[in-house]
Antibody, heavy 119, light 111 residues
Framework: QVHLVQSGAEVKKPGASVRVSCKAS????????LVWVRQAPGQGLEWMGW????????AYAQNLQDRVTMTTDTSTNTAYMELRSLRSDDTAVYYCARKGGPYGSFDSWGQGTLVTVSS | QSVLTQPPSVSGAPGQRITISCTGR?????????VNWYQQLPGAAPKLLIY???NRPSGVPDRFSGSKSATSASLAITGLQADDEADYYC???????????FGTGTKVTVL
């Protein structure tokens, strides 16, 4: 059974950076890419980017590409998302999801990581 | 940024049929990119509900169905049940933005 387990909640000050991890199990990690999606309080879903777990190819959302970095560690089947220069409007639940479903759908999701940015 | 537009809310009585629209443009749904739908129960992570416009993953009841035409897509729920109360999101790919896009989301209320 596919599982994506994310790191715990974080509280950061404006201007700081945060790194969220996503550990995969139950399938061959390098077979499917991973996406990161965030959801601000009471708001909708926002796609942040995609990373290939086999060759490291990456695509970032245009509005975040200057502040976000996505990486993977195939030795531990873990993906990471780092967001820099945090602002209050970066406060959100951050999800990783496997882009493994047919037609490029996101078929398994992590439990989410709440990142709070506050002075 | 949401470039797929959904109604903010849809409601129906138990047993009724409701539909949720997802309106896109020529750079996403109209560019022949497929539409996926997700259900997000309160306090939970999203769950894949429909993929490839009209296909259900294993375990999703056949009360849920999807369709797509031109620059829009729809999700239909028949035999509405209390545990269908959730937020629903469509998702596709946008060639102008060079990335995935989600709909604005629709809250379904069972009266």
């Amino acid at each position: 059974q596919v599982h994506l387990v994310q790191s715990g909640a974080e509280v950061k000050k404006p201007g700081a950076s945060v790194r969220v991890s996503c550990k995969a199990s139950g399938y061959t990690f390098t077979t499917y890419g991973l996406v990161w999606v965030r959801q601000a309080p009471g708001q909708g879903l926002e796609w942040m980017g995609w990373i290939s777990t086999s060759n490291g190819n990456i695509a970032y959302a245009q509005n975040l590409q200057d502040r976000v970095t996505m990486t993977t560690d195939t030795s531990t089947n873990t993906a990471y998302m780092e967001l820099r220069s945090l602002r209050s409007d970066d406060t959100a639940v951050y999800y990783c999801a496997r882009k493994g479903g047919p037609y490029g759908s996101f078929d398994s999701w992590g439990q989410g990581t709440l990142v709070t940015v506050s002075s | 940024q949401s470039v797929l537009t959904q109604p903010p809310s849809v409601s129906g009585a138990p047993g009724q049929r409701i539909t949720i629209s997802c309106t896109g443009r020529s750079s996403n749904i109209g560019a022949h990119h497929d539409v996926n739908w997700y259900q997000q129960l309160p306090g939970a992570a999203p769950k894949l509900l429909i993929y490839g416009n009209n296909n259900r993953p294993s375990g999703v009841p056949d009360r849920f169905s999807g369709s797509k035409s031109a620059t829009s897509a729809s999700l239909a729920i028949t035999g509405l049940q209390a545990d269908d109360e959730a937020d629903y999101y469509c998702q596709s790919y946008d060639i102008g933005l060079r990335g995935e896009v989600f709909g604005t989301g629709t809250k379904v209320t069972v009266l």
